[in-house]
């Protein structure tokens, strides 16, 4: 089992920044992936970016360039930067591991956008 805590949510202004946190407890076993998904009213989840244990990153076309994750091997916590927030950003945000047991989710942050 593994279990997941996210943070950094909140609301900011168009070009605003905000960091989100996941934190990993449990069955964390190697390999693994871990990212971060986004879901807005009325769309269909979407997936914003992925790090793995070893530091193998994908980030979507449409945050590239504007959002970074990145990992603390030490923490089991993964961080997704995002810089220069657009209204289109504004989404409930979902982190996942993806392990030997299966994929979790988290139960999601809010970020707001707007002016």
């Known amino acids: 089992q593994v279990h997941l805590v996210e943070s950094g949510g909140g609301f900011v202004q168009p070009g605003g920044s905000l960091r989100l946190s996941c934190a990993a407890s449990g069955s964390i076993d190697s390999p693994w992936l871990m990212g971060w998904a986004r879901q807005a009213p009325g769309k269909e989840r979407e997936l914003v970016a992925t790090i793995t244990d070893i530091g193998i990153r994908y980030v979507a076309g449409s945050v590239s360039g504007r959002f970074t994750i990145s990992r603390d091997h030490a923490k089991n916590t993964v961080y997704l930067q995002m810089n220069n927030l657009k209204p289109d950003d504004m989404a409930v945000y979902y982190c996942?591991?993806?392990?030997?047991?299966?994929?979790?989710w988290g139960q999601g942050t809010q970020v707001t956008v707007s002016s």
């Open positions: 996942s591991f993806n392990g030997r047991a299966g994929v979790t």
